[in-house]
Structures are given as structure tokens and as C-alpha cells.
């Protein structure tokens, strides 16, 4: 299923797909276009007539805003009229919704714990507590606190699970959703840098909070003008590590965010080889279309440990970082 | 992809859920685990404990047994003994009694045989005499051939 089957270009596909469903504040006098649907010129500003506004003349309906309101973006000069004061529904609906499924497993699970008669989920459950456990005893040595395991499994299933989204197939989601109204769609929460930045902000707020907990505001402080050259390079010290805790989040962030958003460009790069407009089908279309599908198999197979590679990373990194924060300062 | 409010959402509700987590998930399933770790190294321990218990059972039983055994023959071999000595004392008694019974009788049968003798003379006697007197009462006197007779019963006796 692409991009012919909504009647867009390939560009248009792929540039829809990569879009968040936005949700936020549009000032008065902002025109905003939609898409117009039919064949012909005269189809289409018969479509945009029912809905009140205006055609364009090529492809949009437009409409000028008469006061200003919260709307959902239609495309990308809407979500820039925005601005910070935004929200991705999308990416919220999707990682709140999977982490909620996450706690909601895992407290049950707590709850319904047996000791002798364990199902196959409690199984499961206390093999990830106890896998989990292991990492965080082998490399968090710094000090003694009760938050880190409880976080790091947090941030591996969380992750795990927004990252599967990007299994399901492109357009199985998106398309029924637009169907329905919904004019953007993007499932997988991790293809979004607000979730991603968010939680390397979290981590790296964190971070901070353990490092002067732990190391006092002055030997943080110390910990960043005097290494590690020593008191008499403070202003080389302190660009190196501020560059240096700058760069923990910033990498946090963005390897989680680039590997799952190249996915997802791959997963669509695939989809768009294939198209279900079997009247139009050719001798290379059928190719192209087998292509697609084994192209998509292996990309998807490979991406199953993509998947579970960067949440064991982003996890595994966080529990370093917070070793590293309850380190001591120690003068070289 | 532009950086928005999006952010600050999703920050509270990683906290939430990483607060979540670690009040109400990680605790109670942790907990549960480790007590199930110790039950099971108690019931390992336990095992271990009653394996040597049992292996001590059966030495105790053993000893039981044997010791049993010997007391058992200790009592048959007594038993066989006072059997052994009850038999030989009837034998003794018997034996003491027939030949009490034997002597005994012995000695009736030579009371018996004195009288037999006893009464034979003395009917034989008698007899003779009446013979005697029948032959000779005409000729002597019994008197005067009582000594002949006499002396010849005592030759008859000898």
C-alpha cells in the first residue's frame, strides 16, 4: 500500500509519514491548507466547497483563520505557525499507551505474585527483573539507590515497546486512521526526538541532581574546572567536560532517535516499492513488488534486534551515567 | 521533528512512570523473588538435613535389628538347653521308674514263688503224712515214725 492509493506523489507519502499529528495554538489570520481530494479541477473545488473553503487552484483547499484556537496541523507550515507550544498526539497517545500497558503487565504481576504456582507471565516477568537486576548490580557500583533499577527497567520496556511499533507494518495504523479523519499518524513514539530528548532530559536532570548529591555543589563544580588538566588549565577543563556532559544527553537522544527514524525512512522506502494498483500492474511492478516484500521480511528481521539493541543501550547508558553521578570526586 | 511542548509532556510521564515503577512494581516483585530464592535454599538445606537424618535412621535400625537377632538366638539356644535338660530329667525319671517298678515286681514274684514253695510243702506234707498214715497206721504208731519222716522231709527239702 502506497503512495498511489491516497493519490500522492512518493514525496508526498513519505513527507506525510514522517509527520506528527500536532496539536497546538494557530493565531488569527493564518491560512491553512488541506488536501484536495478528486480527479479533475472541478472535482476538487466541488470537495472543498462542502467543507467550506476555498480552492487553490492546484491541489489544496484553503481556509483563513478568523480568531485564534488550538487546531491540528495539516502540514508543515501550520506545525512552524505553532511553534514550542505544540503537542505531538500522536507520540504522546502511542508511548503513554504502551507504558501503561508496560506498568499495568508488570504491577499486576507484583500483585498477583505466587511462589509456588508462578504463571508463564510471572515467568517472564521476574526472568526481565532478574536480567535487569544483573545489569544494574554489575554496573552500578557507586553507591547504594533504590530508584536506578527501577528506572532502568522502566526505560528498557518503554522503550522496547515503542521501539516494536515500528515492526507493524507502515501503513497498517496510519491508513485506517486517516480513513477516520486522523490526518497524520505516526505509531512509532521513538521516531519522535520529544520523546527521545525527554528522556535523556530526564536522565541527564538526573544525572545532575546525583552528581551534586553526591559530590556537593562544590565538588561538582570542582569535578568540572578541575579535570582533567589540573587548577592551572580551569578554562580547558571546563570546556572539555561541559562539552562532555553536554554530549551525555545530546548522544542519548539522538542515537535512539536517528536509529529508529532511519527504520522507519527504510521501512518506507520499501513500502513505497510496492503497490496494490493491480490494474496498472506491469512485469516490473510484479518484481518490484516481490522485491518489497522480501525487502521488508529481511529489513524487519534485522530490525527486531535493532529494536531490542538501542533499548538495551539507551538502558544499559543511563545506568552508567548514574554510576558516574554517584561517583565520588577524586582530585588526579 | 521540531523540538515542542511535546517534550515536557513526555517528561512527566517518564517520571511517572519510573515513580511508579519504583514504588509499586519494583519492590514488591524483588522482594517476592528473594524470599523465594531463601525458601528454596532453606528447602535445599532442609533436604540435605533430612537425607542425613535418614541415612542415620537406618544405621540406628540396623544396630536395632542385629542386636535383635543376636538376643533371639541367645533365647532359642536357652530354650533348646531347658528343653534339652527337661528331656533328659524325664528320661531319669522313667528310667528310675521302671526299674523301681521292675525290682518291685521282682520281688513280688519271689515273695510269690517262696509261698508257691511254701504251701507245695506244706500240702505236700500233708499229702505224704495221709499216705503214710493210710500205709502204716496199722502197723506203728504215728508217733514213732515221726522222726523218720521228719528227717526224710528235710532230705525231700534239701
New interface residues.
Given amino acids: 500500500m502506497a503512495s498511489e492509493s491516497s493519490g500522492r506523489t512518493f514525496q508526498e507519502y513519505l513527507a506525510h509519514h ?1 509527520q ?1 499529528l ?1 496539536y ?1 495554538p494557530l493565531p488569527e489570520g493564518h491560512e491553512r491548507k488541506f488536501y484536495a481530494k478528486g480527479d479533475t479541477a472541478a472535482e476538487k473545488d466541488s470537495y472543498c466547497q462542502d467543507k467550506g473553503m476555498d480552492y487553490d487552484g492546484s491541489k489544496y483547499c484553503k481556509e483563513t483563520l478568523a480568531e485564534d484556537g488550538w487546531y491540528l496541523a495539516n502540514n508543515k507550515t501550520d ?2 505557525a ?7 498526539i500522536d ?2 497517545f502511542f ?2 499507551l504502551l ?1 501503561s500497558i ?2 499495568f503487565l ?2 499486576r ?3 498477583n ?1 505466587s ?1 509456588e504456582k508462578p504463571t508463564k507471565l510471572q515467568c517472564f ?2 526472568m526481565m ?2 536480567f535487569i ?1 544483573g545489569v544494574v548490580k554489575g554496573t552500578f557500583k557507586a553507591a547504594k539507590n ?2 536506578i ?3 532502568a ?2 526505560i528498557f520496556f ?1 522503550v522496547l515497546l515503542m521501539n516494536v511499533m515500528d515492526l507493524v507494518p507502515v501503513d497498517l495504523i496510519p491508513y485506517p486512521a486517516e480513513l477516520l479523519g486522523v490526518p497524520y499518524l505516526k505509531v512509532v513514539p521513538t521516531t ?4 527521545t ?3 535523556a ?2 536522565v541527564f536532570v538526573l544525572y545532575l541532581i546525583f552528581s551534586i548529591k553526591s559530590k556537593g555543589f562544590i565538588g561538582f563544580i570542582k569535578s568540572i574546572s578541575l579535570h582533567p588538566f589540573g587548577p592551572w588549565m580551569l578554562p580547558a577543563n571546563l570546556f572539555i567536560e561541559i562539552i562532555d556532559l553536554i554530549a551525555k544527553p545530546l548522544s542519548l537522544a539522538l542515537r535512539l532517535y536517528g536509529n529508529l527514524y532511519a527504520g522507519e525512512m527504510i521501512f518506507l522506502l520499501i513500502a513505497g516499492m510496492v503497490s496494490i494498483n493491480l490494474a496498472e500492474l506491469t512485469l516490473t511492478g510484479i518484481g518490484l513488488n516481490l522485491a518489497g516484500i522480501a525487502l521488508s521480511l529481511i529489513w524487519a528481521i534485522f530490525h527486531i534486534l535493532i529494536v531490542v539493541l538501542q533499548a538495551f543501550i539507551f538502558m544499559m547508558l543511563t545506568v552508567v551515567y548514574m554510576n558516574m553521578a554517584h561517583e565520588k570526586f577524586e582530585q588526579h | 521533528m521540531n523540538l515542542n511542548a511535546t517534550l515536557l509532556g513526555q517528561m512527566i510521564a517518564f517520571g511517572l512512570f519510573v515513580w511508579f515503577c519504583w514504588k509499586f512494581v519494583w519492590p514488591p516483585l524483588l522482594s517476592a523473588m528473594e524470599e523465594r530464592a531463601e525458601k528454596i535454599e532453606q528447602g535445599l538445606k532442609d533436604s540435605e538435613e533430612s537425607a542425613k537424618k535418614i541415612i542415620k535412621a537406618q544405621e540406628e535400625a540396623d544396630s536395632m535389628v542385629k542386636s535383635a537377632k543376636s538376643e533371639a538366638k541367645k533365647v532359642l539356644d536357652n530354650a533348646k538347653q531347658q528343653a534339652d535338660k527337661i528331656v533328659e530329667d524325664a528320661k531319669n525319671k522313667a528310667n528310675e521308674e521302671k526299674d523301681r517298678i521292675v525290682s518291685s515286681a521282682q520281688a513280688e514274684i519271689d515273695k510269690e514263688v517262696v509261698n508257691a514253695k511254701k504251701s507245695l510243702e506244706k500240702d505236700f506234707a500233708v499229702n505224704v503224712m495221709a499216705a503214710v498214715k493210710k500205709i502204716v497206721s496199722k502197723e506203728v504208731s504215728s508217733t514213732d515214725h515221726d522222726d523218720t519222716i521228719k528227717e526224710s522231709l528235710n532230705d525231700f527239702r534239701k
Fill in positions: 514522517l506528527n500536532v497546538g506545525v512552524e505553532m511553534g514550542f507550544w505544540a503537542l505531538n507520540t504522546l508511548s503513554i507504558g508496560f506498568v508488570f504491577a504481576a507484583a500483585k505474585f511462589l516477568i521476574e527483573i532478574d537486576n533504590t530508584l533499577a527501577p528506572m527497567l522502566t518503554w519522535d526526538l520529544n520523546l530528548a525527554a528522556l532530559l530526564s
